[in-house]
Every structure is written in C-alpha cells, then in structure tokens.
T-cell receptor, first 112, second 113 residues
Framework: DSGVTQTPKHLITATGQRVTLRCSPR?????VYWYQQSLDQGLQFLIQ???????AKGNILERFSAQQFPDLHSELNLSSLELGDSALYFC???????????FGQGTRLTVV | SQQGEEDPQALSIQEGENATMNCSYK?????LQWYRQNSGRGLVHLIL?????REKHSGRLRVTLDTSKKSSSLLITASRAADTASYFC?????????????FGKGTKLTVNP
C-alpha cells in the first residue's frame, strides 16, 4: 500500500459526460501529480500541484481540469468525454517536487 | 513530449539471466528515477540517482547515469519470474521552468521460468 488513495477504482460512463476523479496523497506529501496511461502506452503527464498551487502542466486537454484543495487532496475533472479518453488515470504524490513519487492504484475510466 | 525514452521496448530473458534497460533523455536533470509497473497496477519507485552520481546499487539493481550522454541504464541481476513487469525511467528538469516529473514509454520485461 503506497498510502495514496484514488477513487473510484473503476468508472464507466457515456460519451459527452463529465466525471471527477479523486486523489488523497500520502500524509505529509505536498506534491500531487496526475498521469494518463492508455493501453500499452507510457504515462502521459497531465498536471502537477505543490501545496495547493499549480506548478506544471503537460499534455492536458482543455476539457480536463484539476485542482488541489487546502487539505491537499486533488481532483481531476474530465468533461465532454470522448471514447479516446478511456484510460488509466494515476495520481502520485511526493514530499517535495520531483523526488520519489508514490502512486495510487489508478482509476480505470471506460467511455462507451 | 516524452523526456525519457527507454530501450528496448520489450525484453524477454530466462530466469537467472541479467536484464539491462536503457533510458535516454533530452534536457538537463536534477535526478533520474526508475519505476516498475506490474500490469495495470500503480508504479512502484525502485531507485533515484542524482545528477552528480554515476552509479547506484540497491539489492539486485544497479543504475548508472552518464549526464554527458544524457543516458541511464538499469541492470537487474539474476532475474526472477517475479521481475516480469514494465520498467520506466522518469526525469525532472534541472533548472526552474518546467517542474514536470516525466516518464518514458517503458521497457516491458518478461522473465521466463
């Protein structure tokens, strides 16, 4: 158990819908990262927060948004979903930026 | 875009053999990390090597870093079937600007019993 909790574990939704993925980082970790992993692909960096502030943005679509709350949990919002958004979405956290990151088990999103 | 690129994309070996995976990256880094992922699971951190280090060991793992060539290698000695997984390198940026922790596409290692 990495100490990072992601909910839900599985999500099936229809095209055009909006979903929210939630991440609770390890206690004491200030950095939160979000990644997308499509089938047999590497991890695409989406966005990074540090202590509530956005610190880096990757290949995140305009339909996607995220935030980190004062209690340091984070949410990734995906809207106007398309079939191609089906993927594993991982959250990770670390004590400080870009050091050893601990990953949650991911949310498997299926858009039908 | 991907910062790190692993090579080979796939590797199949027999139990007991050594496995070597390589990672090349594009920009200066503060550190380079290696992670392991069992199919469909979260990534697990294996080892971190700083830009001023050239080699690091952890159990059966040996990591080297050549900053002049912008490359790193991960050696797993005396492999076991349980080492079957995908292995990723991850890099950060050395100076201000981008603070992304970026992963490569990974090497899929299969260790046959």
């Amino acid at each position: 158990d990495s100490g990072v909790t992601q909910t839900p574990k599985h999500l099936i939704t229809a095209t055009g819908q909006r979903v929210t993925l939630r991440c609770s980082p390890r206690s004491g970790d200030l950095s939160v990262y979000w990644y997308q992993q499509s089938l047999d692909q590497g991890l695409q960096f989406l966005i990074q927060y540090y202590n509530g502030e956005e610190r880096a943005k990757g290949n995140i679509l305009e339909r996607f948004s995220a935030q980190q709350f004062p209690d340091l949990h984070s949410e990734l919002n995906l809207s106007s979903l398309e079939l191609g958004d089906s993927a594993l979405y991982f959250c990770a956290s670390s004590v400080v930026r870009n050091t050893e990151a601990f990953f949650g088990q991911g949310t498997r999103l299926t858009v039908v | 875009s991907q910062q790190g690129e692993e090579d080979p994309q796939a590797l199949s070996i027999q139990e007991g053999e050594n496995a070597t995976m390589n990672c090349s990256y594009k920009t200066s880094i503060n550190n380079l990390q290696w992670y392991r992922q069992n199919s469909g699971r979260g990534l697990v951190h294996l080892i971190l090597i700083r830009s001023n280090e050239r080699e690091k060991h952890s159990g059966r793992l040996r990591v080297t870093l050549d900053t002049s060539k912008k490359s790193s290698s991960l050696l797993i000695t005396a492999s076991r079937a349980a080492d079957t997984a995908s292995y990723f390198c991850a890099t950060d940026a050395a100076q201000g600007g981008s603070e992304k922790l970026v992963f490569g596409k990974g090497t899929k290692l299969t260790v046959n019993p």
